[in-house]
């Protein structure tokens, strides 16, 4: 009876003990769903929307009723705040500036350390981050600068020339065939070349673009392999050694290596033909600041070799795979309404007609293709929950008690499809940003594509530009066709991993 008695208390204090562990939440800590071992609450998430975790998170703020929920990825406890005050909180308060520590972030380095821009924080990134935004705007980045809009209209108009008249060199003709081109696979050239101008001082000619195509591909397999929360292998990192291939540990990995490579090829170029008296570009700096510090004998140097070319890597991604991809997201939706390219068109005909390209200096007088692009830019959010920040300290969000350390999510996507804010936001309607005067209202724009604060994506202005040139030149020279029998764009297909992303499609530019 005895032995009876205790094996039930210790079952008791089995399941008690399960119980706390579950549904355990620190104090004040907002709503959200229980935790198992190892992957927390991660596999919930997986079991809602295991595609788009962003909508995940918006099933479960709807199941407790609140826009700032709290859970566990594996051991961290993290919050996502899909209101806009929170998300602007967030995006702006110095104590929400942390990054997390995880494995898709270490894995970039060869040294599996924590490097770059995107993913560091503290003194050492305040530091890296000013000395390269200082030095990059000397090339032009971060602001209007005459001759980088000329080198950006300079690879339009090599892209134009491509797009009439056909392929010419490998790589092209398997991107391109019977008048139709790979899509976003065409728009990796023109939109990095100009970027490596202001990194490294050098464009590649079109016969020696075939490279840029090919780590094109690798930018998109490595943001592929991840989501919002750095996928399973940031949960729990030793699957990839049980499941390489289905934890995506193999895509992410060779994704970054093709990447990585490419951007140490170009160091490694420049460190062999250094001249301190002669300082060509932004990584001629940076070689200097590291040399210099190489005379001094300091041991444990900031500026670093890797750091370098993570730096570089963190800049490029963006100029490499996002603004092609968000050129491809507004293309489909110029299928699906194609009545909003005829208006484009004709703003176009009627401000610049035929006879040039439009310049930076048009942008005021094209409303509606400057709302076009901002209107796809918040409705696919590229970076639905940005990346995650992490708590500096321990403090508060939305009435909240945030532990430090914890994870912080701002929802990005859930604020730019929220029906309170914008009344209608599944519909693609660029005429919601214009003003009664006909002119682009920047108040009545709330998003935040590119985020804010300091953790502000730095490549914003040119991303920007870019994406205006680049739209305003296709509009103006081109209608849209697709293969016969090709269905509409089907916009379930799209998928999320570090960036939201569109499956490659077929698509003919016709001259108008």
Partial sequence: MASIILI????????????????????????????????????????????????????????????????????????????????????????????????????????????????????????????????????????????????????????????????????????????????????????????????????????????????????????????????????????????????????????????????????????ETFDISHERNFIDLYIREMKAQEKEGITDPVFHYEQLILICVDFFFPALTAVPVTVCFLIQRLLLQPEVLTKMQKEIDEVVGNGRLPSLDDRINLPYVESSIREIMRLETLVPSAIPHKAMVDTKLMGYDVPQNSGIVAGLFAFHNDPELWGDPHVFRPERFIGDDGKLCLKKDKSLPFGAGKRLCAGETFARNTLFLMVSALAQNFNIRQPPGEKLPDLSKNDTGLITLTPQFWIKFEPR
């Fill in 8 to 271: 039930g208390l210790t079952v008791c204090l089995i399941l008690y003990r399960i119980y706390k562990y579950m549904f355990y939440r620190p104090p004040n800590f907002p709503p959200g769903p229980p935790r198992l071992p190892m992957v927390g609450s991660y596999i919930f998430l997986l079991l809602l929307n295991g595609k788009d975790l962003h909508k995940a998170v918006l099933t479960l703020c709807r199941w407790y009723k609140s826009k700032t929920i709290g859970f566990y990825v594996g051991s961290l406890p993290v919050i996502v705040c899909n209101d806009y005050e929170g998300v602007k909180e967030i995006l702006n308060r110095s104590e929400f500036d942390g990054r997390l520590d995880i494995f898709l972030a270490r894995m970039r380095d060869p040294n599996f350390g924590l490097r770059g821009i995107f993913f560091t924080d503290g003194p050492f990134w305040k530091d890296q981050r000013r000395f390269t935004l200082r030095h990059l705007r000397d090339y032009g980045f971060g602001r209007r600068f005459t001759e980088l809009e000329i080198e950006v209209r300079d690879e339009i108009c090599l892209f134009l020339d491509i797009l009439r008249g056909g392929p010419k060199y490998p790589e092209e003709h398997k991107i391109m065939k019977n008048g139709y081109v790979l899509a976003p696979d065409i728009f990796y050239p023109s939109l990095s070349n100009a970027f490596l101008k202001i990194l490294a001082g050098e464009k590649l000619p079109r016969d020696e673009q075939g490279i840029l195509y090919e780590i094109g591909r690798k930018g998109i397999q490595f943001q592929a392999g991840g989501d919002d929360y750095g996928k399973l292998l940031s949960v729990i990192p030793w699957i990839r050694h049980i499941f390489p291939e289905k934890s995506d540990y193999i895509n992410v990995k060779e994704g970054n290596e093709g990447i990585y490579k490419f951007i140490k090829s170009i160091v490694d170029k420049h460190i």
